[in-house]
C-alpha cells in the first residue's frame, strides 16, 4: 500500500512539472500612444510626520545626514522620491511621537521649530521639482475657540500662516494641503480654506480628505464642495476605488499608503505602486512613512523606505523597499503620462502588472512589470490579491507610435532573493526586435525598462552602536526653538530656550493646554530618551523649573509610546500645586502612588531632580537629599528614561542620564 502512493506520488509530480515547463505561457502586450494618453502622473513620494517618524534623522551628523537624504531624494540615485508629504505640527501625538506648532498659542508665531522645514529645503535642494504636501494631525488647543473640533477661523489663520511662512522663510511653495488626516471634514472650513488660498495668490491645492473612499459618495452630492477640492486622496486602499469616485472626474491618489517595514514590505510596495493605477486609477502613492528613525520599541518600528534611528553612531540602513522605489523614481517624473489602459497598462495574463508611461514630449517611454506572488498580500488593507502564481513569458510590442524608440535600459529586482545588494540591477540594454522586447517572468520579480538608464547609488554607512551612555546634556549648545538631541516627546512639546541668564539655554515644556488631538495623548507631557530594553539599574537627574505652578518628573523604564495613555515606568515626580508634594508612581499617568509625601518645593525655583533604580529598591532625591524610596525595581520595569510635566511652562537644565554610584 505505502509503497504503491509513494509511486504515485513521484509520477504525479513529474507529470505537473513538465505540463509547467511546457506550458510557460505567452502573452502579448501593445504599448502604444497612438490613440491618446491615460491620466497625468503626480509621482511616488514619502511621508514625514503622522508623526516623529523624521525624529532622529534631525540629530545625524551632516554627513550621514546628507548620504539619507541622498538616497532619497537625489534624482538618480536611489528613491529619486518626486513627493514630500510632511506634518504640519500640531503639539499632539501623531504615532510616534508629538510634532512641535508653528503657533503653540495664539499669539505665538515662530517658523523655525521641528524638523520639518528642513527636510522639505533639503529635499527641495537636491530635487528641485520635489512636490511638497503639507497636512495636519492635529491641532494647539486655542485654534478650537473653546471647542474639541478645529472648524474655526483660528485654524485658518492657524494653516494660512503656516503656508504663508513656508513661503516667507524658506521660499518654499506648497504644492497641497490637506484637512485633518484621518479624521472628520467640513464643508465651510473646505469652502474657506480654498477661498483664503486664492486670497494669498497661491497656487497650493487642496486634498480631500485623506481618509476613505467616503469623500467621493459626499462630493457627488455636492457639487459646491466638490468645487473646493483639487484633488482626492484616500489611505491604505488596497489599489482598490469606489465606483462614485469616477463621476467627480479628478484627481486621485493613495495619499498613505504601504506602513510595512523596510526591507520585507517591498513585495507589497512594488504591487502598489504599479496596481495603484492599474485598478484603481491612482495617479499618486504616498509611503508613510519617509523614513524609519524613530527609536525602536515604538509602534510601526522599522517601517519606513530606509531605516536611521542611531543618529549617535550614524547608522543606517538600506532595504529592498528603497530599491523597488527606485524602480519607478530614477525614471518618471511628475507630469509624464500614463499610456491608456490596453495599450501599455494592465493586468498580466498570469497574474501581476504592468505600466507605461511616457514624457510630454512623448519621445521617453518607461514600462515597470511586477508578478508579485502571495506574499505581497500582506498590502495593508487589501482584501483582493491579483498575484502572480505561475511563470509568464510577456512580449511588448511597441507600435509605431514608439517607432523612434530601437534600444531599451533594463533594471531589475527577484524579490525571493533577500540579500539587498542583489536588488535594482543593472541588466544591459535591450534592442528593440521591429519593436518588440520578451521578458521571461518568473514570480517575484520587478523589472523596469526604459529610454532612461539609472544608478544604483551607494554610500557607506558607518557601523551600529548602542545609545551612549554616560549621557549628560546642558543644552547650552543648541540652537534656540529647536528639540534636544535624542529626547522624543511623546505628549506635550519641548524646545530649546535662551533664559539670557548664568542658566544659559534649557529645554522648555511649551504647550500650555491639551490639545485637539489625532489619538489619545497621555493625561502629561513627557519625552523619552535611550533604549527601550533597559533593565539595568540607572541613575537619571535633571534640573527643574516649574514657571508658575505644575508638576514636574523624572522617570526610567518607561516602555511605552505613541497613541495611548502613558507608559508604565517608574516615576519620581513633584507638584508645586499641592505645596509640594512628591509622589513615586508606576505610570506616567501618574496614577496609584506607591509612595509619596510633602517636599519644600515652589514654583519659580530651581530643584535637582533625580531618581535611582535599582535591582531592589528605587529612590527619589530633590537636591540630593533622598525623599523617598520604594520597591519598584530595575528589573521588573524595563524601557526608556523620560522626563515629563503638567500642562504648563516647566523648564529643565543639566540632564545626566548614568549608571549608579
Ligand atoms: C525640473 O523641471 C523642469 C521643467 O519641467 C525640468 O526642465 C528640469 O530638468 C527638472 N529638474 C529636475 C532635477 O528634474
Ligand atoms: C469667520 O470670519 C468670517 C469673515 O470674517 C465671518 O463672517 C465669520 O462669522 C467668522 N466665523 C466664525 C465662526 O467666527
Ligand atoms: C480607470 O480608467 C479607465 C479609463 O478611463 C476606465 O476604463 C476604468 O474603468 C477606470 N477604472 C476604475 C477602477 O475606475
Ligand atoms: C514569503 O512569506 C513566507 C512566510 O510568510 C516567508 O517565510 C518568506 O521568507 C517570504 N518570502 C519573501 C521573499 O519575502
Ligand atoms: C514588424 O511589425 C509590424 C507590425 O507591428 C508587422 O506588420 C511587420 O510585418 C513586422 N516586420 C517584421 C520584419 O517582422
Ligand atoms: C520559473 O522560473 C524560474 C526562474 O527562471 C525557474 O527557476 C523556475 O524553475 C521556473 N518554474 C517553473 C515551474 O517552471
Ligand atoms: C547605464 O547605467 C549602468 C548602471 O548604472 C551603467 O553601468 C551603464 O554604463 C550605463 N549605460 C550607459 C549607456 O550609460
Ligand atoms: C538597545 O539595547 C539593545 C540591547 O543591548 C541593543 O541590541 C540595541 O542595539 C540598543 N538600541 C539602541 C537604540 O541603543
Ligand atoms: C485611554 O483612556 C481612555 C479613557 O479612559 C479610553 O477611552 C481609551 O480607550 C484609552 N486608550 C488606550 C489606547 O488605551
Ligand atoms: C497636584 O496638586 C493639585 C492641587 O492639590 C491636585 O489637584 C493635583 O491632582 C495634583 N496632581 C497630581 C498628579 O497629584
Ligand atoms: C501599578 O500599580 C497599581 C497599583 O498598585 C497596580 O494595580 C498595577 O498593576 C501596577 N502596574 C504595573 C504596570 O506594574
Ligand atoms: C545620580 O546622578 C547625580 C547627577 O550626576 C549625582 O549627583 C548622584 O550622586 C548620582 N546618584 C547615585 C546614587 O548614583
Known amino acids: 500500500m505505502t ?25 502579448t502586450y501593445t504599448v502604444s500612444k497612438a490613440t491618446g494618453l491615460g491620466r497625468r502622473f503626480d509621482g511616488i513620494g514619502g511621508l514625514s510626520g503622522g508623526g516623529c517618524v523624521t525624529r532622529l534623522l534631525a540629530d545625524y551628523k551632516s554627513k550621514w545626514y546628507n548620504q539619507i537624504m541622498d538616497y532619497l531624494f537625489l534624482p538618480g540615485f536611489g528613491a529619486s522620491l518626486h513627493i514630500l508629504k510632511v506634518e504640519i505640527g500640531g503639539d499632539v501625538q501623531s504615532t510616534d511621537g508629538t510634532e512641535p506648532s508653528h503657533m503653540h498659542t495664539a499669539d505665538d508665531e515662530n517658523y523655525q521649530r521641528g524638523y520639518e522645514w528642513n527636510t522639505m529645503v533639503e529635499a527641495k535642494r537636491r530635487n528641485p521639482n520635489i512636490t511638497l504636501y503639507g497636512l495636519s494631525w492635529g491641532f494647539p488647543g486655542w485654534v478650537g475657540e ?182 519607478w523614481g530614477q525614471f518618471t517624473k511628475v507630469g509624464w503620462s500614463f499610456l491608456k489602459h490596453g495599450s501599455g497598462v494592465g493586468l498580466l495574463d498570469n497574474g501581476g502588472s504592468y505600466v507605461s508611461l511616457t514624457d510630454p514630449t512623448g519621445e521617453q517611454l518607461t514600462i515597470i512589470v511586477e508578478t508579485m506572488d502571495r506574499n505581497s498580500s500582506q498590502c495593508a488593507h487589501s482584501s483582493t490579491v491579483y498575484y502572480s502564481t505561475t511563470n509568464q513569458t510577456a512580449t511588448f510590442q511597441l507600435d509605431t507610435s514608439f517607432g523612434h524608440i530601437t534600444q531599451l535600459y533594463v533594471f531589475f529586482t527577484d524579490l525571493n532573493i533577500l540579500d539587498v545588494d542583489q536588488a535594482f540591477t543593472y541588466k544591459g540594454i535591450i534592442t528593440l526586435d521591429n519593436g518588440t522586447f520578451t521578458l521571461q517572468l518568473s514570480v517575484g520579480v520587478l523589472y523596469t525598462v526604459s529610454t532612461i538608464n539609472g544608478t544604483k547609488g551607494a554610500y557607506d554607512a558607518p557601523p551600529s552602536q548602542p545609545f551612549p551612555l554616560p549621557y549628560a546634556d546642558n543644552f547650552d549648545d543648541h540652537q534656540v526653538y529647536s528639540e534636544a538631541p535624542y529626547f522624543s516627546d511623546q505628549t506635550g512639546s519641548w524646545e530649546i530656550i535662551d533664559t539670557a541668564s548664568t542658566r544659559g539655554k534649557t529645554m522648555r515644556q511649551m504647550v500650555p493646554e491639551r490639545p485637539i488631538s489625532w489619538c489619545d495623548d497621555a493625561d502629561y507631557p513627557y519625552s523619552i530618551i535611550g533604549n527601550y530594553t533597559w533593565k539595568q539599574p540607572l541613575n537619571i537627574s535633571v534640573d527643574v523649573l516649574i514657571e508658575k505652578n505644575g508638576i514636574a518628573f523624572v522617570a526610567l523604564g518607561v516602555s511605552e509610546g505613541g497613541c495611548g495613555n502613558g507608559s508604565s515606568g517608574i516615576v519620581f515626580s513633584v507638584n508645586t500645586t499641592n505645596n509640594g508634594s512628591w509622589q513615586i508612581t508606576n505610570s506616567t499617568q501618574l496614577t496609584n502612588p506607591v509612595t509619596s509625601g510633602i517636599v519644600s518645593i515652589v514654583a519659580g525655583t530651581w530643584y535637582k531632580l533625580t531618581l535611582v533604580v535599582l535591582q531592589d529598591y528605587s529612590v527619589g532625591y530633590v537636591n540630593g537629599n533622598p525623599v523617598g524610596r520604594c520597591e519598584l525595581t530595575a528589573s521588573s520595569y524595563s524601557g526608556w528614561g523620560a522626563i515629563g510635566s503638567s500642562w504648563d511652562y516647566v523648564q529643565f537644565d543639566n540632564f545626566c542620564l548614568q549608571s549608579p554610584i
Open 146 to 327: 473653546g471647542k474639541k473640533l478645529p472648524w474655526t477661523n483660528s485654524t485658518l489663520r492657524y494653516t494660512m500662516n503656516w503656508l504663508l511662512g513656508a513661503k516667507k522663510y524658506y521660499n518654499l511653495d506648497i504644492d497641497y494641503i490637506g484637512i485633518w488626516n484621518e479624521c472628520a471634514w467640513d464643508k465651510g472650513y473646505t469652502l474657506a480654506l480654498k477661498a483664503a488660498i486664492t486670497a494669498a495668490g497661491l497656487k497650493t491645492k487642496v486634498v480631500g480628505h485623506d481618509s476613505k473612499w467616503d469623500v467621493c459618495t459626499t462630493l457627488v452630492k455636492d457639487p459646491e464642495w466638490a468645487a473646493a477640492v483639487d484633488v482626492i486622496g484616500a489611505h491604505y486602499v488596497g489599489s482598490a476605488i469606489a465606483e462614485e469616485c469616477a463621476a467627480l472626474n479628478k484627481v486621485q491618489w493613495s495619499s498613505e499608503d504601504m506602513s510595512l517595514d523596510y526591507d520585507t514590505g517591498s513585495l507589497c510596495w512594488a504591487r502598489s505602486l504599479n496596481q495603484n493605477y492599474v485598478r484603481a486609477n491612482l495617479t499618486a502613492t504616498i509611503a508613510w512613512d519617509l523614513i524609519a528613525s524613530f527609536y525602536d520599541g515604538l509602534p510601526y518600528s522599522g517601517v519606513g523606505i530606509l531605516r536611521a534611528n542611531e543618529p549617535w553612531s550614524g547608522h543606517y540602513r538600506i532595504g529592498r523597499l528603497l530599491w523597488v522605489s527606485a524602480h
Open 3 to 27: 509503497i504503491m502512493i509513494l509511486v504515485k506520488t513521484v509520477f504525479v509530480v513529474s507529470v505537473l512539472t513538465i505540463v509547467f515547463s511546457i506550458s510557460d505561457a505567452s502573452f
